[in-house]
């Protein structure tokens, strides 16, 4: 039987996250092409591209159905019919966890009563990846508020959708294979930073520097080999591929975009995702790495209303839908380049503070941060008066993968 990788990413890229520290792309009015790169911002189409799924994984389904998970509190959100082969991935996950469905049309907020009937803990949100943009993380954000009264985060929750229904079910049966074993974590982290010229966070002294040795600490701390990898000091692209192959947690720190991670000189894209040996997590919060469809260019110039400002990456070509498809249990990303460039480190701090925290869990603590919502008033970007700044600094990091799940078992 082929070797089963399992990736859970944690791919820090922070310096996409503060403006003045990306750069800025000239807009093209083309359609979206294979890749993007950070000098060339999305195109302004507001019509999406047809998906063309590359092929699905041949790694085969193996697990007993018999094997279950069950977790206390487990709800699956989902708003894929039950004629849809997408749902099959629901059916996998409901009879591992021993979950229940709570099914919505079009707005999330419709399950509002149905989770106050429920003592919550877990919540798996699984859509086609086309229903996932900014604003529907925004909403789900919104709705974890207000299950209990207050401002707090009522349960953990993650994303859960691939390019192919092949892609979720496989997802699911890379849990499995984790958490009963099969499957072992290398106890390796890596920080990737882009270094050099264009390097995040400035040179030797500046915050990216400061930031990769706090979180190189925190991971030894927790007994991984633990180290930095300078871009500018890789001779070819193929040494941090190997880097990503073997890795059982990396942390991106560089340039990027939803299909593309920038490695000073080198692009890497969905076509150069390996195969994987290990279980992998990956922190990446470069601009736009976790966006899997619909994207806000925040670079350009202020238009008329925040909605001028989306395009549509190509779904297929995604950084976070091909590391899941390569075998990654959890990818954290960030859907826009406003916001607060460390919010990996305080996941990181989270897991180093209880390292029996689920990553659902891990993410739950940064949507605790905010005590309330926080509304933009006379902003340099006139779209955004009135809007709530929470969506862009906390609302748009989010989790692909099962919520309940232990980076370290």
């Not at 238009?303 to 990818?331: C, I, M, Q, V």
């Not at 006379?378 to 809007?387: H, L, R």
């Amino acid at each position: 039987m082929k070797k089963i990788a399992v990736l859970i990413v944690l791919l820090i890229i922070a310096a996409g996250c503060i403006s003045e520290e990306e750069e800025t792309p000239e807009i093209s009015s083309s359609p979206p092409t294979t890749t993007l790169s950070p000098t060339t911002p999305a195109p302004t189409t507001t019509s999406p591209p047809e998906a063309t799924a590359p092929p699905t994984s041949s790694v085969p389904v193996t697990t007993p159905a018999s094997i279950v998970s069950p977790v206390e509190g487990y709800v699956i959100l989902t708003n894929i019919s039950q004629d849809d082969p997408f749902y099959k991935g629901v059916l996998k996950l409901r009879d591992y966890r021993e979950a229940s469905i709570v099914s919505f049309n079009t707005d999330v907020q419709e399950t509002l009563e149905e989770l106050r009937s429920k003592d919550v803990t877990f919540v798996a949100i699984m859509m086609r990846p086309e229903m996932i943009d900014e604003d529907f993380a925004y909403d789900v954000f919104q709705l974890s508020k207000e299950v209990d009264p207050g401002y707090t985060t009522d349960f953990a929750y993650g994303f859960i959708t691939g390019i192919t229904p092949k892609d979720v079910l496989q997802y699911v049966e890379n849990v499995i294979l984790y958490e009963s074993g099969h499957v072992k974590l290398n106890p390796e982290f890596r920080t990737i930073w882009r270094t050099g010229e264009g390097a995040v966070g400035g040179g030797v002294g500046g915050w990216g520097d400061q930031m990769t040795q706090d979180v190189i600490n925190l991971f030894r701390q927790l007994g991984f080999d633990a180290d930095r990898i300078d871009t500018d000091q890789l001779s070819t692209k193929q040494e941090l591929l190997s880097e990503i192959s073997q890795t059982g947690v990396l942390h991106f720190l560089l340039h990027g975009s939803p299909g593309t991670l920038l490695c000073a000189g080198s692009v890497i894209t969905h076509l150069d995702i390996p195969e994987l040996q290990e279980a992998l997590f990956i922190f990446n919060s470069a601009c736009y790495g976790g966006c899997i469809y619909k994207v806000y260019n925040q670079g350009m110039s202020a238009p008329d209303t925040y909605a001028d400002r989306a395009w549509y990456a190509e779904t297929s070509k995604t950084l976070p839908l091909n590391f899941l498809k390569n075998g990654t249990l959890g990818y954290f990303g960030h859907m826009c380049m406003w916001g607060d460039n460390k919010w990996s480190l305080h996941l990181m701090k989270a897991l180093a503070a209880n390292n029996e925290i689920t990553i659902g869990e891990m993410i739950k603590e940064w949507y605790d941060v905010p005590s309330g919502p926080s509304i933009v008033k006379g902003a340099s970007n006139p779209d955004t008066e009135g809007m709530d700044w929470n969506r862009f600094t906390y609302a748009t990091v989010i989790l692909y993968g099962d919520p309940a799940l232990h980076i370290l078992m």
